[in-house]
């Protein structure tokens, strides 16, 4: 248990007779992006409650020690009779935090999602997005160790889903996150690896994605390319697209500068 | 547990649910001491049975006011799914103490009672409304968090359990087996057998033995109402 923060062993699921889950069996280490990829109906948020502590397995064990979790739903409560910050506040004061530290998270989590203009709002009339950043906020505010989303992009505008992508983006260093989605762009963009259930069962267990740069470079002499020895180059005339790992990312560009490359774009990207 | 507490009441409050059972316990004891001189524990016998009617209709409104993703938020953010019903009963029994502080001291208030209140009037007039209030929650939320009743029937299933918990001298009166069955349904009218007579009242060793049933009773369904719903729960 010591590196990995979450540990499960062959989970299984029964509600009301049905197998929703049959032994599933992974584990999660210290800040990693896990996306639970699965169609719907695939058990996918059964597994994530499971993982919350709402529901327990029929079979198997959950360990995930005395890690505290965070937990943000599909579709936030239509119902809730509070004010954005009013709520808030309410419930973390369930986790035993001084409240001069609630006050503080509020101000920095209302000014990180770019919430100022709602905090005396009822919740029930707010919009979609604004709830679902809500949601965030209350897990966040629990300080989890680990952050659970369930289809956190469920029935966002394209506008509201790139803002929510960039702010788990940030989040993503600061605790380890577990999503469940079938958006290919969601797991593009953010999962370190990905684990996909079908029909209740595991299709893959979890895939790690090793980060890598893509740099686009022009070059004068493409015999210096060849020294540099990149993992995989690619040329359309006098513009290279080299892939690197990050970690040799830095020393590759610098020797590109000093062989008299001009760097064009530098992207990032996950491979399995 | 302080916090989520604050969280229930305000929401709860907000719900409005508890207008309609308030106002009929309300309009019950308004009713009930409308002429003075009545008899003393006769009328707290009426009361307390008013008291476990309207704290079974409000315990199941206590536990509908929530949706099922904010309970699931809720079990998170608690940890603990012991803490959320914990939560919900403090809120059951914030209501039961202002409905039995209503029910005593209004007709003291008032001064409806035929001759003088003595410390064993109050004393059994406070078992009474405590332990029929108890009962009340008890049977409100068994009929909302456990698997025992599905939605459609949760009502009406309810109402049939009071009312034959109510009725139950009547009925082993007539069929003398029932007893033995009858023995499941909250022991409204063993709490209240001391209650019948105006005339007080030595609280002798039958009454012990009564008022230990009772609690025990208390006691064992609390136990059961708990694990019921942490299986449901499961």
Known sequence: MDKNILEVSNVSKEIGGKKILKNITFTCEDYTTLAIRGSNGSGKSTLLKILAGIYEPTSGVVNRGNRKVGYVTEHFPESLRFKLKEYLILTASFQNIPKQQIEEDLIKYIEMFNLQAHVNTPLKKCSKGTKQKVGIIQALMMKP????????????????QSELFYLLEKLKKQVTIIFTTHEEKMIESLADAIFSVESGEVLHNPQFRTLQKLIKVNFKDQSI?????????????????????????????????????????VKERREV | MRGFIHYQSI?????????????????????????????????????????????????????????????????????????????KWAICLFFAVLFMALAILYPLGIDSFRGPIRPIHIG?????????????????????????STRKYTWLSALLVVTISLSYEGLVEKIYLLKWILFIFPPVTHTLSYLKEDEIVQLDGTFMQLAIWVMVYSVIGTVIVMRLYLRKER
Not at chain 2, 124 to 148: D, Q, R
Request: proline share 3%; with cysteine.
């Open chain 1, 145 to 160: 160790d680990i952050l659970l989303l369930d289809e956190p992009l469920t029935g966002l505008d394209s506008a509201t």
């Open chain 1, 225 to 265: 390319l060849r020294k540099l020895n990149p993992d995989q180059i690619t040329y359309e005339g006098n513009t290279a697209f080299i892939t690197v790992d990050t970690t040799k990312s830095d020393e590759l560009l610098l020797a590109l500068l000093n062989n008299n490359c001009s760097i064009l774009e």
């Open chain 2, 11 to 87: 929401s709860y409050i907000r719900s409005l649910k508890m207008i309609p059972p308030a106002t009929v316990f309300g309009v019950w004891i308004f009713l009930l001491y409308a002429y003075s001189n009545v008899p003393i524990l006769s009328s707290f016998a009426v009361s307390s049975m008013a008291v476990y009617l309207v704290m079974t209709w409000l315990a199941m409104t206590v536990f509908s006011i929530e949706e099922e993703t904010e309970k699931n938020m809720l079990f998170v953010q608690l940890n603990s799914k012991t803490r959320y019903l914990l939560g």
């Open chain 2, 124 to 148: 059994l007039s406070i078992y009474s409304h405590l332990f029929l209030a108890w009962f009340g929650i008890l049977v409100g939320t068994f009929f909302s968090v456990t698997s025992f």
